[in-house]
């Protein structure tokens, strides 16, 4: 058996590598986007075609089987390498677009939280408003109903001297009062104003108002 000389040994060695990046490329294809994989497939196919070199070759032309496999490799590895970052990066941009889409909806979500909270926030702001000026309005009415009751028990002027029935002297008689209406209470008097239609009744005494009404 002849002797196997040192670039022969370098050939099998590099026809071996080849073999095995060709190997390697494949399993990894399967990982890869359809265009890249079927680059890599293809120079994954050059390099086990020249790992498959024959022994007469080999004891030929050692150097160039040994060549054309390394080569191979070389084109093999940089097209693997490429490949490989490149999906990483697309799956990199996906990811952060994701993430992104991710963020705007949870931004979107709290700035839809803070519209209804702050539309619920106006509403019960309104809401204490209406009911600070119907207390504002409730108060004055009862100020008002306090007044007209003290100015009712104020004692009236005394009548003009005369004769029985506080005539005055001359024979003209003084303005009274109809007793229905004095005998009436300060709401009886404004419900009985504002069926009449009169204006300006709410802030009147008791004696104001059966004035009014006379």
Not at 47 to 56: I, L, P, Q, Y
């Amino acid at each position: 058996m002849a002797k196997t000389t040192k670039a022969e040994r370098k050939a099998l060695d590099a026809m071996a590598d080849a073999a095995d990046a060709a190997k390697q490329a494949k399993k990894v294809a399967k990982t890869l986007p359809k265009k890249p994989a079927a680059e890599v497939r293809e120079l994954a196919a050059e390099a086990a075609g020249a790992a498959d070199a024959s022994k007469k070759q080999v004891r030929k032309k050692p150097k160039k089987v040994a060549d054309r496999a390394k080569r191979a490799v070389t084109r093999l590895q940089k097209a693997t390498a490429k490949a490989i970052a490149k999906a990483e990066a697309k799956a990199t941009r996906r990811a952060e677009a994701q993430a992104a889409a991710a963020e705007a909806e949870r931004v979107e979500a709290e700035a839809a939280q803070r519209k209804a909270e702050a539309k619920e926030l106006r509403k019960l702001a309104a809401k204490a408003q209406r009911a600070a000026e119907k207390a504002d309005r409730e108060a004055a009415d009862a100020q008002a109903d306090v007044v007209a009751e003290i100015g009712a028990d104020e004692p009236s002027a005394p009548a003009a001297a005369g004769g029985a029935g506080g005539t005055r002297r001359g024979g003209s008689s003084g303005r009274t009062a109809p007793p229905s209406l004095a005998s009436l209470t300060v709401p009886q008097l404004r419900a009985r104003a504002r069926d009449e239609g009169r204006t300006g009744y709410s802030r009147m005494t008791k004696a104001q108002l059966v004035d009014l009404l006379s």
